[in-house]
């Protein structure tokens, strides 16, 4: 029975005597997260309401708050034990028994780790403390104090050069008549930012310490003697989410694309992304995270290691000030000598662990000492004098220089974002400009002739940086210091940037070589595989609309309510003419009457000349004219209640009349074309979401799904498109287009792998890349243009000229595995999965506005990147592992969420029997016989088109819509009865005009199983 009703630690052994009374409290060892921790038995009082807890709903809420909390602290390993609900069973002597139960006391360690595990904020882990106190009798998290002074603690020690700062940045408003310039106003905008030297710095010393530091091959240059490897970071920039962020993580990890190694270094929400605010954002003249991002990627920095014989270990960073510093053989530190206690004074910068000098004045490097201890490094030149000193982050306990060891790293750096920061990093006019591509000077017509099979990888003028600041500068000299300045037209512009400046229309946010620049690897995987998609559904479209007579009950009923619907609008648009005219004819004679006002006020109030018999002569008239303004636009003027009320109801009408066409026409969609819908329903199936692709992009495991399974997905689309479609030679040509796309997509898999793949690329391993992508070119030409399955006019199928393509294709992305050896682990996909991150950190606190706010935000993010946070977690999951018991549970809290639940389905009940009702103006409109469609109605000469692939305001004639007379008569009587007044949907409170329309709504939206074929021509509303 004991063991039965007591709970504990999952790794814990230790059960409750009998023969302890109620009350007793017992200190006994207990393991958790893999440590020796003192655990406390207790009490567990039973449950009641407090002073502050008198409501039932406030009990029920902080019950059910605390068992959200339980199932979340019950996967970590977390136990709490509570008492059956068989309770009423027990004795009084077995209850006393049950109610003691074994309850750890967390350190803020601990505390923090399950705060960032489940998720929650500070106000969270506050109530959870309260509601466990209350339950449990004690204090089970730690006290809020500590752990807010942990995470403090940990902030300020590894990013002391944050900042939040205000700046003001520029919103665009509209653009002006001729489309070229952006009207904008300055706004105010929270900027936060780290120094990217500091997070390396910390990173590096993390990683050093845990021992799990990765060598990573390749790179564009070559490791000397003396440095003991390379250092290999990744600046990614990207805008998501909501916000502009500038990320740094480091590459010699074993999982370089986890979020555990992401450090934020610049971020700004609330406002566009562009060029100009990202400038002005980070990357000023004199901004120190353009200095360090300029320094990291131009190969400028190098990082010592000091490690003692006990263990003990620090980095710092140093950049090298040489002008002539050689960007592809960098020069490293002179050995260390010795100890010295000569220093120089140091900035906030040197404090931190950052030293900027020229390392050719450097001749000998030596350990300062300081109170005992190793707390610096000393820089000196050729006569002795000391240049320069950085200090250590933390101090070495011990003097002994022989047991200290000093290793030099290269510190080298990939970029990676998409092309849209990419053509704004180099001032870039974009993709649509006469030189679309920001790596080479290639026009578009080379773009356009990437498919020809008789060249394989063409490369063309390579872009550096001397030749964009060059095209700058030609921009500048040719348009912008343009005299005089009404020369400066937009004819101008277009002819210097096409022309003359390659493109290049500003300047770049900094300097960098073109080697680092990533390719944009992963949005070329995601970009070309949805290419591929298309293909699919492009050539299965246009395979339905040859099968004749293909279309659903449900799209010609949806269909011919449509048409319904815009006849009925053009009809409230004759209507309205009468009315608009007289409006318009009132607001001209209003405009007169208020010029005539003010010439009158000018020359009765301003001329000094005007005698007073004059004067009151247009006081008068200036009075009378007065009241004429005032009857004509407060009182009736000739126009009834009934007419003002009329104008009112019309243009309503209108409104909904057009929410209801364009709400049938987004429903005829899906029923238009019946392979659509069949491709959709099996990319379901194998994990390729339709939202995703109809979002506009593929995600990178939408991606792999559809490029893994494509043989499977291509074949039950064929099966499926042989149910509907039975032409002979339409099913060759289905049969040729599955066999092409498998070959197709087979090639295309391989080549995902190996951008996805972190693994070294040899020169076997390129070699296998070129052949694969010539491979696959090859093939989409032969599918597209050579053999296409439906020939002539008939093929839908065009070959893409994006540049996602061309950097496939061209020799962009061959350059940059044969410099890197590697594109998975300096790819974009990191700061790609970082929107969702700071979303969910944004959404934990949103009771917070303002700084404190976005402030709280990257101090958390921060913290969960800590080694001890991660560390905790792992040994917490680990210590847990296959131990879980089910966890036991009072039953004061099951009866309170029983009776949580009927009351829930009770108020559920309640609205599901609430039927929608009409507001009183939709009632009024529904009786206006002036809205409904008269007996003696006649179509109109022209009727208005009613596709959706059809511009709504387009007029086609009757005989070029296939109508013949005899449809025309019962055109015009189904619409005379035509049902138009105001319907509201009971489920979801749509407004829309007319049964027919709601009839479709209610079956396509709300209850799908109706007809096989989902379709809603034998349904009718309840």
């Known amino acids: 029975m004991e063991n039965k009703l007591l709970g504990s630690l999952a790794d814990c052994e230790i059960r409750a005597k009998a023969g302890w009374k109620d009350g007793d409290v017992k200190s006994v060892k207990a393991t958790s997260f893999g440590r020796n921790q003192q655990m406390t038995l207790c009490r567990v009082p039973r449950q009641y309401a407090t002073n502050g807890e008198k409501s039932r709903r406030t009990i029920t809420r902080h019950n059910k708050l605390a ?8 996967v970590t390993g977390f136990r709490f034990g509570f008492v059956l609900d068989q309770i009423d069973k027990l004795t009084d002597v077995e209850k006393r028994k049950a109610a003691q139960v074994l309850v750890p006391t967390l350190s803020p360690e601990e505390s923090a780790v399950l705060q960032s595990y489940c998720g929650m904020n500070n106000e969270q882990r506050r109530k959870l403390r309260r509601c466990l106190a209350y339950q449990t009798g004690i204090k089970v998290i730690a006290p809020d104090g500590q752990v807010r002074e942990l995470k403090e603690n940990h902030f300020e020690d590894n990013c002391r050069s944050a900042e939040m700062t205000t700046k003001e940045l520029k919103r665009p408003v509209k653009k002006t008549k001729n489309g070229n310039n952006i009207l904008s106003r300055k ?27 990765k060598i990573r091959l390749g790179g564009p240059c070559t490791v000397g003697e003396i440095f003991s490897g390379k250092v290999v970071v990744k600046i990614s920039a990207d805008a998501g989410g909501g916000s502009f962020k500038i990320i740094i993580n480091l590459v010699n990890v074993k999982n370089p694309q986890g979020q555990e190694h992401v450090h934020l270094v610049g971020e700004f929400s609330g406002i566009k992304d562009t060029p100009e605010n990202i400038r002005l954002a980070f990357f000023e003249e004199d901004s120190i995270i353009r200095s360090d991002i300029e320094a990291i990627l131009n190969r400028q920095c190098v990082i010592v290691c000091l490690k003692m014989s006990d263990g003990q270990l620090q980095t710092i960073v140093v950049e090298n000030d040489d002008a002539d510093h050689d960007i592809m053989n960098p020069k490293p530190l002179p050995a260390l000598t010795g100890v010295t206690e000569e220093s120089v004074a140091t900035d906030e910068a040197n404090e931190m662990g950052i030293g900027r000098l020229k390392f ?14 190793f707390c610096g490094i000393s820089f000196f030149d050729s006569r002795g004098g000391c240049v320069a000193t950085v200090m250590l982050r933390e101090h070495l306990d011990g003097v002994d220089f022989n047991g200290l060891e000093m290793k030099q790293y290269m510190l080298i750096s990939a970029h990676a974002a998409d092309m849209e920061y990419m053509s704004g990093l180099i001032g870039h006019q974009g993709a649509s400009a006469k030189n679309p591509c920001i790596y080479n000077r290639a026009k578009n017509v080379d773009v356009k002739d990437m498919w020809n099979l008789e060249v394989d990888f063409p490369s063309y003028e390579d872009r550096t940086n001397e030749n964009i600041d060059e095209d700058f500068e030609c921009f500048r000299r040719e348009y912008e210091n343009k005299l005089p300045r ?52 492009h050539f299965y479209r246009q395979i339905a609309d040859l099968v004749p007579g293909k279309h659903t009950k449900a799209a010609i009923f949806i269909e011919e309510e449509i ?17 608009l005219m007289t409006l318009e004819s009132k607001d001209k004679v209003l405009d007169d009457i208020v010029d005539t006002i003010n010439r009158f006020r000018k020359v009765a109030f301003e001329s000094p000349t005007l005698s007073q018999a004059t004067r009151d002569e247009y006081a008068r008239k200036l009075e009378s004219l007065e009241q004429v303004y005032q009857s004509r636009t407060e009182g009736d003027d000739g126009d009834t209640e009934d007419e003002k009320k009329l104008k009112v109801q019309l243009l309503e009408q209108s409104c909904l009349v057009k929410n209801t066409i364009d709400h049938l026409q987004t429903l005829y969609k899906k029923h238009v074309c019946f392979s659509q819908r069949h491709i959709v329903d099996i990319l379901k199936v194998y994990g390729v979401d339709l939202q995703v692709y109809f979002g506009g992009i593929l995600i990178g495991p939408h991606c792999m799904n559809l490029a893994e399974h494509s043989e499977k997905i291509l074949k039950a689309i064929l099966n499926k498109m042989k149910e509907e479609v039975q032409d002979e030679r339409l099913v060759k040509a289905m049969e040729k287009f599955t066999e092409k796309m498998v070959n197709i997509f087979a090639v295309w898999y391989e080549l995902c792998m190996q951008m996805m793949s972190k693994k070294y690329q040899d ?24 053999d296409p399955p439906l020939p002539g006019e008939e093929n839908p199928l065009k070959l893409p000229t994006t540049l996602k393509w061309f950097s496939l294709l061209s020799s962009i992305m061959l350059k940059f595995l044969e410099v890197w050896r590697c594109f998975g682990d300096v ?25 404190a706010k976005n402030l709280a935000i990257m101090k958390e993010l921060e913290i969960e990147r800590a080694p001890w946070m991660r560390d905790g977690i792992k040994e917490m999951l680990e210590a847990t592992k296959a131990k879980r018991a089910p966890i036991l549970r009072t039953r004061a809290i099951e009866e309170l969420s029983e009776d949580a639940d009927a009351t829930l389905e009770t108020e559920n009940a309640v609205i599901e029997n609430e039927s929608v009702t009409l507001y009183d103006y939709e009632l009024e409109m529904n009786d206006c016989d002036a809205l409904r469609i008269p007996d003696d109605f006649d179509l109109p000469d022209v009727l208005p088109g009613v596709l959706p692939d059809n511009n709504n305001n387009q007029q086609v004639d009757a005989d070029q819509e296939g109508l013949d007379p005899e449809y025309d008569v ?13 319907c509201a949907c009971r489920e979801c409170g749509e407004r829309l005009i007319g049964e027919n329309a709601m009839t479709i709504h209610m079956n396509e939206i709300h209850n799908h199983s109706i007809l096989e074929e989902n379709d809603a021509v034998d349904a009718t509303v309840v």
């Open 486 to 537: 009404s020369s400066r037209t937009p004819a101008l512009r277009k002819i210097v940037s096409q022309n003359m400046s390659h493109s290049i229309v500003d300047r770049k946010f900094y300097k960098f070589p073109m080697d680092v620049l990533n390719p944009g690897s992963m949005h070329v995987r995601t970009g070309n595989t949805r290419s591929l998609l298309d293909f699919v559904f």
């Open 763 to 786: 020169d076997d391993a390129i070699a296998e890349w070129k052949r694969r992508v010539t491979t696959i070119k090859r093939l989409i030409v032969d599918l597209v243009e050579t």
């Open 563 to 579: 048409r319904h619907q815009q006849i009925y609008l053009d009809y409230l648009d004759s209507q309205q003419k009468d009315v």
């Open 187 to 213: 706004s105010l905008v929270l900027v936060f930012t780290v120094r990217p030297l500091e997070h390396v710095v910390c990173a590096i010393r993390a990683l050093f310490q845990s021992g799990e530091f």
């Open 970 to 982: 019962d055109l015009c009587l189904a619409v005379r009865r035509m049902d138009t007044t105001i």
């Open 67 to 74: 068992q959200n909390w339980m199932s979340y602290i019950e």
């Open 360 to 373: 050719a004045q450097v001749h000998e490097l030596k350990v300062l000492k300081n109170d005992g201890c």
């Open 827 to 851: 790819d974009e996909q990191n700061i790609e999965s970082n929107h969702p991150q700071r979303n969910a950190m944004a959404a934990r606190h949103r009771g917070r506005r303002g700084p």
